[in-house]
């Protein structure tokens, strides 16, 4: 059973627009989120993440929004650039859980000119 | 500004041989991870080290061994390796303190092997 859903495998935007991306989670343990960015034949890397204590963490352009209540945190974009086109991945961890990160399928992120 | 460094980039193994993707961090992470990643799926976790001499089963761990005679080096060996085991592999590492709490953990560059 998958504990950490991301429900668009891709997502297509133009350039200078917003880009959103989702993610929800069913594992009420989890208290830590993170966003994770990939390039074809590369590593993720981290890109943000965000505490259960906060419901909104700002990085330059990237804005990551979590809804305890309905266990779903989404990344905000703005504005999105071309450099931007990757596979983003939702994870989860819980603080004091032995193992590592849970991860989503991931969202194909595309910015159209 | 090395990272995580994982050894070979690319590997064909035939059905049955045996091999070692090798994996070394110089940021001091107690905690070392190895990831699968298949197409079109999210990484699931196959081993796992909170630190030199102590490791521990992940989500998919059937056919792989590790070990973790140091700090830095976290080896996964692919033992008769099969065509299921054709993936990206991905090794992994954070640092964690003893309350453990919030884990940000930081991947190598990937390892693309092939069992034909």
């Known amino acids: 059973d998958q504990q950490v859903k991301q429900n668009s495998p891709s997502l297509s935007v133009q350039e200078g627009r917003i880009s959103i991306l989702n993610c929800d989670y069913t594992n009420s343990m989890f208290d830590y989120f993170l966003w994770y960015k990939k390039y074809p034949a590369e590593g993720p890397t981290f890109l943000i993440s965000i505490s259960s204590i906060k419901d909104k963490n700002e990085d330059g352009r990237f804005t990551v929004f979590l809804n305890k209540s309905a266990k779903h945190l989404s990344l905000h974009i703005v504005p999105s650039q071309p450099g931007d086109s990757a596979v983003y991945f939702c994870?989860?961890?819980?603080?004091?859980?032995?193992?590592?990160?849970?991860f989503g399928k991931g969202t194909h992120l595309i910015i159209q000119p | 500004n090395a990272g995580v460094t994982q050894t070979p980039k690319f590997r064909i193994l035939k059905i049955g041989q045996s091999m070692t993707l090798q994996c070394t961090q110089d940021m001091n992470h107690n905690y070392m991870y190895w990831y699968r990643q298949d197409p079109g799926m999210g990484l699931k976790l196959i081993y796992y080290?909170?630190?030199?001499?102590?490791?521990d089963k992940g989500e998919v761990p059937n056919g792989y061994n590790v070990s973790r005679s140091t700090t830095e080096d976290f080896p996964l060996r692919l033992e008769l390796a099969a065509p299921s085991q054709t993936s990206v592999y991905f090794c992994?590492?954070?640092?964690?303190?003893?309350?453990?709490?919030?884990?940000?953990?930081?991947f190598g560059e990937g390892s693309w092997l092939t069992v034909v």
């Open positions: 080290s909170v630190g030199a001499g102590i490791t």
């Open positions: 994870a989860a961890s819980a603080v004091g859980g032995a193992d590592g990160l849970t």
């Open positions: 992994a590492s954070s640092y964690r303190n003893r309350d453990r709490g919030r884990n940000t953990i930081y």
